[in-house]
């Protein structure tokens, strides 16, 4: 059995939010290794393996975190690869209790929900199709659009999800098809909202 007070991960930084609701923010970034999700346009494909990436104390990760907040960081966001692969319960045990700022899950929704948190973000795969768990859980629904059929999916998963969650509609990075969309169906639907890596205009991690 995996240690979970100890996990893989790929890189820890302080940058800015640069998608979602919370776009724009400073935050502390902790990228755990591993996914089995298997998106062929993920753009960090170098931590879909979870061998290979260092282990890490969780008491370590927490120690930079703090530093992290006392350098302007307003929150943590747990990412990867797929963090619900892991147990993060005492990951976010350890960050509750040394650094005390907000906690962000970003995830795929396949595994079960560990952890507390804040704010979750699900961003669902047609491929992968989430668990409703998690999608009664999250607070903000993005959804990565190529194809017209990444705007059905999105409907579907926004019926599952809870009446205040956030709609987001997030084009493929460099999808010319997935841009005309995204764009189309939030100029139709009141409740949607576009979410764009402004990270990536900015040439910053």
Do not use: Y
């Not at 930084?13 to 935050?27: K, T, V, W």
């Not at 949607?192 to 205009?201: A, C, F, M, V």
């Amino acid at each position: 059995m995996a240690d979970s007070r100890r996990l893989p991960v790929v890189e820890t930084f302080h940058s800015l939010q640069g998608e979602g609701h919370h776009a724009g923010r400073s935050a502390f970034f902790i990228r755990l290794a591993g996914c089995t999700v298997g998106c062929p346009w993920c753009d960090t494909k170098h931590s879909w393996p979870a061998q290979g990436h260092p282990e890490q104390p969780i008491n370590a990760l927490a120690d930079a975190a703090q530093m992290a907040a006392e350098a302007g960081a307003s929150f943590v966001v747990i990412t990867g690869g797929e963090p619900l692969h892991h147990d993060l319960q005492p990951l976010t045990q350890a960050l509750d209790a040394r650094c005390g700022l907000p906690l962000h899950l970003e995830t795929s929704g396949v595994d079960p929900l560990s952890g507390r948190f804040d704010w979750i973000t699900l961003s669902p795969k047609r491929h992968r199709p989430p668990r409703q768990e998690l999608l009664q859980a999250c607070h903000e629904l993005k959804v990565v659009v190529h194809g017209p059929q990444d705007i059905s999916f999105a409907a579907a998963m926004a019926c599952k999800c809870e009446d205040d969650t956030e709609r987001l509609l997030q084009p493929g990075w460099e999808s010319s098809i997935g841009e005309a969309l995204a764009v189309e169906h939030v100029r139709q639907h009141a409740q949607w909202r576009l979410s764009l890596q402004s990270h990536k205009w900015l040439g910053i991690r």
